[in-house]
């Protein structure tokens, strides 16, 4: 029971590393919010895990609305209490295009839906934190955002931004009890390769020593441990769930 009592607000819940996310951290003792734009599906997940005794709630939010993500956050501190860990891990994998073809509305989607909603939310709980001198936020981003996906600019770009605001966010606050990290997944088995071209997922994967892709719950797995006390000395990280991929 790593996480006893904690309670936790994990965005983009409704389905894979998110919901992985929601139910591993319910089992660690955490009371959850989940919260998504998909809130129909999210509620039937989250009826789901509260019918086994987990302490799981549930929340429509469009992260890239300041007015949304606040909402949010207060719902989930009248329902459970102070927020003591943060997962930010909405995200859109966007369609797969040369750089030619991608049009502003492109751009601007993926930035607001996988960078600021990141700032929105971190900006959010980050007072509240201080305040208490304790905190734990953990970004969801990707080992395109270090090494750059051909045909995925938007997203390659706003998964860098993301690895940016943590290395910064967490010198901030590094004094204040506060500790931010973030995980680069590569290819996860999640709906969101639906939105990628066969050939993009082949990219990736053939790019895996391990040779298989990543599990969901393996990265709750890892979030977990980042969220928990056991993680004491790390901050400012982006470590990588690659399958060996990536190693620096």
Known sequence: M??????????????????????RFAREGAHVAAVDLDYETQAREVAALTAQGLNVTAGRCDVGSRASVEAAVAMTESTLGPIDILVNNAGIAGRAAPLEEVTDADWELMMRVDLTSVFLFSRAVITGMKARKAGRIINIASIAGKEGNPNMIPYSTAKAGVIGMTKALAKEVAQMGIYV????PAVIETPILQQLTPQQVQYMLQRIPLGRVGQPNEVAALVAWMASDE?????GQCIDISGGRATY
Do not use: D, H, M, W
Request: hydrophobic share 55%.
């Open 181 to 184: 990290n973030a995980i680069a």
């Open 231 to 235: 993680c004491s000395f790390t901050t």
């Open 2 to 23: 790593l996480l006893q009592n904690k309670v936790a607000l994990v965005t983009g819940a409704a389905r894979g590393i998110g919901l992985a996310v929601v139910e």
